[in-house]
């Protein structure tokens, strides 16, 4: 077991290096400003994020392509995550105070068992979480998940906007947000 492990983690880690998620399909991280582990892409070095999609960790289903038009925070974390603990306060007063702007926050639990996924979520956050398990829809975006917590932020029109590979706080995790959620959308689009 702990072979398969080691090669996943390799796996992911060749990936990540590989090809950065979503700020270019061309030169990926060089074309995009990379400030201490935040990656941001300008509106025209964006690509579109893959599907996300699962089940909730509370029942249904529950498909990222139903907020187009909204800015969503995706933070991908896990019960037994220290530092996901620790940024959960902050991700949820972000929530708070953008989500009359038009931003919309998901969780998704990796690597997780789903009774400790859901007591973890109790009284941490009001927003929901998809239940992901074996990791597909992280390292479909390119986070291996020995690397989280991180967050990924979608602009309106569902592009890859910012990426954090790190734990947030809401005085650096707000001002990102509340940017992208000012931006015009391109014209012809919602």
Not at 81 to 103: F, H, I, M, N, W
Not at 128 to 148: E, G, H, V
């Amino acid at each position: 077991m702990s072979i398969r492990r080691t090669l996943a983690a390799s796996l992911a880690a060749v990936t990540a290096t590989a090809a950065l998620v979503g700020c270019s399909s061309e030169d990926g991280e060089s074309r995009c400003a990379n400030d201490g582990g935040i990656i941001q892409c300008a509106p025209e070095q964006r690509s579109a994020a893959p599907t996300i999609a699962g089940d909730l960790l509370t029942g249904g289903r529950y498909d990222v392509s139903q907020a187009r038009g909204q800015v969503v925070v995706l933070n991908f974390w896990g019960s037994w995550c220290a530092p996901c603990r620790a940024e959960a306060d902050d991700l949820e007063a972000t929530y708070q105070a953008t989500k009359a702007s038009g931003v919309t926050f998901l969780g998704i639990n990796v690597q997780d068992s789903k009774d400790k996924a859901v007591a973890f979520e109790e009284g941490r956050v009001t927003y929901p979480s998809l239940f992901d398990p074996s990791s597909r829809l992280a390292l479909a975006l390119d986070i291996p998940p020995n690397t989280i917590p991180a967050t990924v932020v979608l602009d309106r029109e569902g592009r890859i906007a910012t990426v954090i590979r790190a734990a947030v706080k809401q005085d650096g995790l707000q001002p990102i947000v509340e940017r992208i959620a000012a931006e015009q959308p391109a014209s012809g689009s919602r």
